[in-house]
C-alpha cells in the first residue's frame, strides 16, 4: 500500500526554538496533506489543510502565524512550530491523499513533541 | 471540529469475547472509516465503509452504517490481547475534505 513517512519520529526541543515537520508520500502524488494534533488520551484534531502550491487553510483557533504549513511539491509538506512552547507538546499527525484514488487517505507515523 | 461521538469511552473484556464499538455523527457523509492506535503510535487502518453500504466485514471485524440514524458499529469478533488499542471512527463528507475523527474508545482485552 501507499506510504507516508514523517521526520523526525520525536523531537525535544528547548521552549522559543522553532521545530519543523516534514511528511512526504513516498510512492505517490498527493494535491492535498491534512495536518492532525493528538494530545495524550484525546483524539485526532484536524489543524489544516495543506494544499500544493497554495496557502493552508487553517481551522478555527488553529494560529496561522505559529504553525506555518508550506506544501512546496506533490510529496512534501512542512509542519513548522514556531516559537514553541509547552502546552505545543503533542502528537501530530500528517495524512495524504492519493491523487489517483482520492477515497483513501493515508497517514503517516507520527511526530512527537517534547517542549521542555 | 470533532463529529464522531464514540460509545463506549473505554471498554474492558476477556479474551474470546467480543466487542462492539458504536460511532454517532452529525452531517451527511461520503464514508466512515475505522482505525485502530496503539498506544503512542500511528493509526492503523482497518475498514472503509461507504454511505451506501450497510455493512461490511474483514476477517474478525464487522462493520455496520444506519445513515438514517448517523450512525455505524465496529464489531471485533473472537478478540485477542493484540487487540488492546483505541479505536477511532473517522468521517469524510465528500471527495477531497479531511477525515473529522470521532472521540474513540479504548478497548482493554484481558488474556
Known amino acids: 500500500g501507499a506510504v507516508v513517512s514523517q521526520h523526525p519520529s520525536r523531537v525535544i526541543c528547548k521552549s522559543g526554538t522553532s521545530v519543523k515537520i516534514e511528511c512526504r508520500s513516498l510512492?505517490?502524488?498527493?494535491?492535498?496533506m491534512f495536518w492532525y494534533r493528538q494530545f495524550p488520551k484525546q483524539s485526532l484534531m484536524l489543524m489544516a489543510t495543506s494544499n500544493e502550491g497554495s496557502k493552508a487553510t487553517y481551522e478555527q483557533g488553529v494560529e496561522k502565524d505559529k504553525f506555518l504549513i508550506n506544501h512546496a511539491s506533490l510529496t512534501l509538506s512542512t509542519l513548522t512550530v514556531t516559537s514553541a512552547h509547552p502546552e505545543d507538546s503533542s502528537f501530530y499527525i500528517c495524512?495524504?491523499?492519493?491523487?489517483?484514488?482520492?477515497?483513501?487517505?493515508?497517514f503517516g507515523p507520527g511526530t512527537r513533541l517534547l517542549v521542555l | 471540529s470533532q463529529q464522531g461521538e464514540e460509545d463506549p469511552q473505554a471498554l474492558s473484556i476477556q479474551e474470546g469475547e467480543n466487542a462492539t464499538m458504536n460511532c454517532s455523527y452529525k452531517t451527511s457523509i461520503n464514508n466512515l472509516q475505522w482505525y485502530r492506535q496503539n498506544s503512542g503510535r500511528g493509526l492503523v487502518h482497518l475498514i472503509l465503509i461507504r454511505s451506501n453500504e450497510r455493512e461490511k466485514h474483514s476477517g474478525r471485524l464487522r462493520v455496520t452504517l444506519d445513515t438514517s440514524k448517523k450512525s455505524s458499529s465496529l464489531l471485533i469478533t473472537a478478540s485477542r490481547a493484540a487487540d488492546t488499542a483505541s479505536y477511532f471512527c473517522a468521517t469524510e463528507r465528500s471527495g477531497n475534505t479531511p477525515l473529522v475523527f470521532g472521540k474513540g474508545t479504548r478497548l482493554s482485552v484481558i488474556a
Open positions: 510512492d505517490f502524488q498527493a494535491t492535498t
Open positions: 495524512s495524504a491523499r492519493d491523487l489517483t484514488t482520492k477515497e483513501t487517505q493515508y
